[in-house]
């Protein structure tokens, strides 16, 4: 489940932190919504109709709607 991403018990150290590391947070957050999404399926709760029905394509089609963070580079005139 996802208290494996846990830096705390992936590493059996009690000194790790209980959430992974910032750097991973995309990777962390897309799985978190991919088990929501199945979950959602399984109780039959899931009303967007564009979501992919292939397991592999699900992460992808995620990772698509997630917000990135690029802004545009402004000159001092």
Request: glycine share 6%; aromatic share 6%.
């Amino acid at each position: 489940g996802m208290a494996s991403q846990a830096p705390i018990l992936k590493e059996n150290d009690a000194t790790k932190p209980l959430v992974p590391d910032v750097d991973v947070a995309r990777e962390v957050s897309a799985a978190i919504a991919a088990a929501v999404i199945r979950k959602a399926r399984e109780q039959g709760l899931c009303r967007e109709q564009s979501v992919p029905e292939r397991e592999e394509e699900l992460v992808g089609w995620i990772k698509g709607k997630m917000w990135d963070p690029v802004y545009p580079r402004y000159e001092k005139a």
